[in-house]
């Protein structure tokens, strides 16, 4: 049996469409589930929306709406701009559903079985818009006497009876985590801020409400509603059948990777783990803590006018041009800046010129000077070995790194290996060939047609899509485009049996316009 891979985003806050740092995680996420099931894991992926809380009652009260009809329109947005983007999500989950409702309240009694819940009275700094209470030490002084959050959002002096979490309990156990398993968080600077933060001391945590009702109700407390974060947290269980021990929940917990961004990161690592000790279930193996994206090196607001909406970019410029551009562009953990110029000149650059030209001619000249017969070369010369072991060194080199989420390093070697590829057609000038050497015509685009092949496959968890054009074009089966038959080399030999024939090629990335504000 394959072994297993659980993979999660955050869950999107609906409380607005969905933004450009909500397609950049998921696009992020989706690049490692595909990559993941292409090496052979049995991958589950896992995305969805976080519906309650006291910010979606509020916004649903300015617009005049139901929280569940607000709910229910915006998550549709992320649901349609995640299929938009080809994010190959198994479930995406939606904290209003009645299971998930279930499922926070198992692990509410689980807490509680534990000694590790208590009512008492909540004073406090607390930010609306974070959903979170903050120390006075942590804030900062904004406009007109408001104090700020260290995000930057006001926070406002809040008195309620409130149940709490034992968090400071777990303080040692939290520590001993961190030091027992240096990669649960990452990037390591990430890590670094954790166990500061746990080392300062941790502080009982509020987890109930009564201040408004929409969330999942506290266990034998009707007028309690659960912190958010508390059930938001449940929802990586909720979508495995959590409370009741399925299959699902038997092979993919504990999760192998939660990925969500710089900001949640407390949550995911200090929280998290803290309630499931105390629910005395096993802890995800990591939490990965992704940068922020940047419009032009600025954060997207409403009053600076420049949010993007993500479906038009992809519309725009393309959905394959639109996932390889967020990874290749920025180091995966860092903030990243983007712009279409840059969008456009990546594409062009390495998409189209590199790798699309090198597919596009290869086939060409196999369509046209070899009528389109595909064959397996009786004689290789030191050049085509060469070129062959250079791309196998390439794909290494992506798997390695995207083994480790360095996705744009990944993509670096990976476009080594196609430069090394244009090279190889240059110096071999196979359309020179065609009159003087036929046979070594056929050997170079042959060695040309087995490192298309192999490139395509490698990037196929970047640019499914395109990819998955191209492949058709090569005559290779959908079920055979997995890394764990790069190795195999008899399928060409199975190809040239079937008769197969290179038709006249379509490309399959376009050059794409530079945006004429830009030029
Ligand atoms: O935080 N660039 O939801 P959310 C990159 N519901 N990533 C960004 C970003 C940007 N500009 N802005 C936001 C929540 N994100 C909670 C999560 S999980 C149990 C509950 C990322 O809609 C952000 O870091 O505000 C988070 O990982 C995700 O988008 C959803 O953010």
């Known amino acids: ?54 910010k979606m009652a509020q916004k649903a009260r300015d617009l005049g709406i139901t929280p569940r009809q607000l709910c229910d329109e915006m998550s549709g947005h992320f649901r349609n701009l995640f299929d938009l983007l080809d994010i190959s999500y198994d ?6 559903e009645d299971s998930h409702h279930a499922a926070s309240q198992a692990i509410w009694r689980a807490m509680e079985a534990n000694d590790d819940l208590y009512l008492d009275r909540y004073e406090g700094w607390y930010s609306i818009r974070d959903e979170a209470y903050y120390d006075e030490s942590e804030l900062t002084d904004g406009e007109e006497g408001v ?60 987890v109930s409400r009564t201040s408004f009702d929409w969330g999942v109700k506290v266990p034998g407390a009707d007028d309690h509603v659960m ?42 690592a200090v929280y ?10 096993p802890l995800p193996k990591q939490v990965f803590g992704h940068g922020f994206l940047l419009n032009r090196g600025q954060k997207e607001s409403k009053s600076l006018g420049n949010v993007t909406d993500p479906v038009e970019l992809a519309e725009k410029f393309g959905v394959d041009p639109l996932r390889y551009f967020l990874l290749r562009e920025i180091a995966f953990g860092q903030d990243g800046s983007y712009s279409p110029e840059a969008i456009v000149t990546r594409t062009n650059a390495e998409l189209a010129n590199s790798f699309g030209n090198l597919a596009q001619r290869s086939l060409s000249m196999i369509f046209k000077n070899l009528d389109g017969i595909v064959s397996v070369p009786s004689e290789v010369a030191g050049e085509d070995v060469e070129l062959l072991s250079a791309v196998d060194a390439g794909i290494s080199g992506l798997t390695e790194k995207f083994e480790q989420l360095a996705f744009s390093d990944g993509l670096d070697a990976w ?43 490698a990037v196929r968890p970047v640019v499914p899509g395109s990819i998955d054009r191209l492949l058709d074009q090569m005559g290779v089966a959908a079920d055979q485009r997995d890394f764990t038959l790069l190795e195999d080399i008899s399928w060409l030999e ?26």
């Not at 479930?91 to 209003?96: D, K, M, W």
């Not at 008195?159 to 400071?168: A, I, P, Q, T």
């Open 227 to 268: 912190y958010v974060w508390v059930d938001a947290l449940t929802n990586y269980l909720t979508g495995l059948g959590y409370p009741e021990k399925t299959t699902d929940f038997e092979t993919f917990w504990p999760a192998d990777l939660h990925l969500i961004g710089k900001d949640i990161v407390r949550f995911h």
């Open 494 to 519: 199975r190809l040239v049996s079937s008769g197969f024939r290179v038709e006249k090629p379509t490309g399959v990335f376009p050059r794409l316009e530079m945006p004429e504000e830009a030029a």
């Open 272 to 281: 998290w783990p803290a309630f499931l000790m105390s629910a005395n279930l």
């Open 147 to 206: 104090k700020l959050s260290p995000q930057g959002t006001p926070v406002e002096w809040t008195v309620e009876e409130s149940w709490f979490f034992r968090l400071s309990k777990y303080q040692e156990p939290l520590l001993a985590l961190y030091r027992d398993n240096p990669e649960f968080v990452r990037p390591a600077s990430r890590l670094n801020e954790v166990v500061r933060f746990v080392e300062g001391g941790l502080r009982d945590l509020s």
């Open 415 to 457: 476009m080594k290996a196609v430069f090394a590829c244009n090279q190889y057609v240059d110096e071999m000038a196979p359309w020179a060939l065609r009159k003087t050497d036929p046979d070594r015509m056929a050997a170079v685009l042959m060695t040309l047609f087995r490192c298309v092949r192999n490139l395509a496959i």
């Open 91 to 96: 479930n995406f989950i939606r904290t209003t």
């Open 1 to 54: 049996m394959a072994e297993p891979y659980y993979i999660t985003t955050a869950i999107h806050y609906p409380n607005g469409k969905p933004h450009i740092g909500h397609a950049y995680e998921t696009i992020a996420a989706d690049v490692m589930a595909r990559f993941q099931r292409a090496r052979g894991r049995n991958v589950r992926f896992q995305t969805g929306t976080d519906e309650h809380g006291l």
